[in-house]
C-alpha cells in the first residue's frame, strides 16, 4: 500500500493525532516493519512530549517521545536504519522525521546559551524557548555533500573507515561556515583523496536522518592528481568502469546510490 505524507510546521494548538509513532532512546515501535499505529496502551506517564508532524494518507499524524522503552505485545523496539530499504520511501523519511524532532525536543530541554528549563513556543512554531534569555532553537539541519567523482567511463569509490560496513561508496562531507556547496565538494574530495576536481553538477538532494543531515548531491569531473586516500576518514578508494563495480553499492534508496546507478546508465546507456 502506498502511503503519501505531507509534512507540516507544528499548529497551535496540535491537532488530535489518528495515526501514532513512538520513539524512545533513539528507536522506534514497531509492529514487524509498521512503525505508525492506531493509538496504542502507553502510560501517559511516560509521554515526555508529543508533536504534530504531518498528515499521512489524510490523517493527522504525531510522534511521542517515551522516557522508557516499554514493553507493547506484538511489538519491539528497532533502530531507524534497519528499516532502510524494507519500507517505501516516503515511509522511512517519515520515520526520519519523526527521530529528529524527537531528539530536538531531547537535546534542547535546557538553555545552551544560560542553562535554564526551555518551554514550547507558544507561537505556533517548531521551536524551543528559554524564558530566561529569549533564546530560540530549531530543530538543527546540518547540510553536508556527497559527490560522485568521475574520470571519462570510470566513477570514484571509497570505503570510509568509520563505516562497518565494506560498501563502497561516494564520497560525502559536512559544508563547513562560510563555505559553499561547491566549494565544499571541491575541499573534501582534496582533503580525503587528494585530487582536484572540476565544475560540480547538482543532482539532487535527500535529507538523511542519522542524524540530522540534508544530503546535496553532485557529479564532478576529475581534473588532476593521483589517489592518496587520507586513511583516516577513508581506508581505501579506487577508480572503478561502469561495467565492473563493486559487488556491493549502496541501495537505490540512498543519494549514494542514485548517483552511482545514474552515472551507470548515462556511460552506458542502460537502466541499472
Not at 125 to 151: F, G, H, K, N, W
Request: proline content about 8%; aromatic content about 8%; overall charge negative.
Amino acid at each position: 500500500m502506498s502511503h503519501q505524507f505531507v509534512p507540516a510546521a507544528v499548529l497551535s494548538p496540535q491537532p488530535v493525532f489518528s495515526c501514532h509513532i513512538y520513539v524512545s532512546g533513539g528507536q522506534l515501535l514497531c509492529a514487524g516493519e509498521v512503525f505508525v499505529h492506531d493509538r496504542l496502551d502507553v502510560p501517559a506517564e511516560l509521554v515526555v512530549a508529543s508533536h504534530y508532524l504531518g498528515e499521512l494518507s489524510g490523517q493527522t499524524c504525531g510522534v511521542h517521545l517515551l522516557s522508557a522503552a516499554v514493553d507493547v505485545p506484538g511489538c519491539e523496539w528497532r533502530g531507524l536504519r534497519s528499516l532502510l530499504g524494507l519500507v517505501e520511501e516516503e515511509m522511512f523519511f517519515l520515520a526520519g522525521r519523526a527521530m529528529q524532532v524527537g531528539n530536538w525536543d531531547t537535546d534542547h530541554r535546557y538553555c545552551g546559551r544560560c542553562g535554564s528549563a526551555t518551554i514550547c513556543s507558544p507561537r505556533g512554531e517548531r521551536a524551543r524557548i528559554c524564558p530566561s534569555c529569549q533564546l530560540s532553537v530549531y530543530p538543527r539541519i546540518s547540510p553536508c555533500v556527497i559527490m560522485l567523482v568521475t574520470r571519462g567511463e570510470e566513477c570514484l569509490l571509497a570505503r570510509h573507515s568509520h563505516h562497518r560496513h565494506g560498501l563502497f561508496t561516494a564520497l560525502a562531507g559536512f559544508i563547513e561556515p562560510g563555505e559553499s556547496a561547491e566549494q565544499a565538494v571541491a575541499r573534501e574530495v582534496n582533503e580525503e583523496v587528494g585530487l582536484v576536481v572540476g565544475q560540480p553538477h547538482y543532482i539532487g538532494s535527500q535529507p538523511w536522518p542519522f542524524p540530522g543531515q540534508l544530503m546535496l548531491g553532485y557529479t564532478v569531473p576529475w581534473l588532476a592528481g593521483g589517489l592518496k586516500p587520507d586513511r583516516v576518514e577513508i581506508a581505501e578508494a579506487h577508480w572503478f568502469h561502469y561495467s565492473d563495480l563493486p559487488a556491493e553499492i549502496p541501495p537505490p534508496q540512498t543519494l549514494s546510490g542514485q548517483l552511482i546507478r545514474g552515472f551507470v546508465r548515462a556511460a552506458s546507456g542502460k537502466p541499472v
